[in-house]
């Protein structure tokens, strides 16, 4: 008999799904008024979470928000991102294979930060390919400069090249390396399809 899990759609506010016989726990991300991008709750990190409910953040083709910085890995075969949106930074893979995307690490910003961030983007030309845009909301970067074989080195650059943008007393706090090792990745759960076989997936209405 399989087990079965459960999983819920986007939602007003945040709270965790246990699967029925896994006791796993989902947590799905917030929707917040006046935000165009998803917002990831805090705590998914620390709250011991299984997995996030995540969704493709779809647009019209003509309006976008904020930037997914992109940059290949191929130690896990696929690649990384590093987000900004109007709220959050948040680091996470991607996979165009059977491998799980994970979320490794998040913080929040001010309207403030964000506004100066995005600005210090548009001026680092050089660091950053040509802006593509497509239906996704955000619009995409690719990294010119990784390091191919350690992401919390490439993940670090971008960190402080965003505050060199940013005043004093408004820096974004990065782990250590011996901190962003402790951090339980959450794996990220698109669809069904994406739920290992020996799952089967619930809906709640």
């Known amino acids: 008999m399989k087990n079965i899990l459960l999983v819920i759609p986007a939602i007003l506010c945040w709270q965790f799904v246990r699967g029925q016989h896994l006791n796993k726990k ?7 008024k006046g935000c165009h991008r998803l917002v990831i709750p805090d705590s998914t990190l620390s709250c011991g979470a299984d997995a996030l409910a995540f969704s493709l953040e779809i647009g019209n083709g003509k309006f976008h928000s904020g930037y997914d910085i992109y940059w290949p890995a ?28 994970c979320l490794f690490w998040l913080t929040n910003i001010s ?26 909301l955000a619009t995409g970067l690719s990294y010119k400069h990784p390091d191919p074989g350690d992401e ?20 974004i706090a990065f782990p ?30």
């Open 152 to 171: 919390y080195v490439t993940l670090k650059s971008l960190i402080n090249l965003f505050n060199e943008a940013l005043p004093a007393d408004e820096q």
């Open 74 to 101: 191929p130690l896990i075969d696929g690649r990384y991102s590093l987000a900004v949106t109007e709220k959050q930074l948040y680091f996470r893979s991607h996979h165009d294979n059977p491998n799980p995307d």
């Open 26 to 32: 989902i947590i799905v991300y917030k929707i917040e």
């Open 111 to 136: 309207p403030a930060e964000y506004r100066l961030i995005c600005k210090k983007i548009k001026a680092s030309k050089g660091i950053f390919g040509k802006p593509f845009n497509s239906i996704e």
């Open 176 to 205: 250590d390396r011996e901190a962003y090792d402790s951090i339980k990745a959450v794996r990220i759960i698109i669809n069904t399809d994406e739920l290992y076989d020996s799952e089967e997936v619930s809906t709640l209405p």
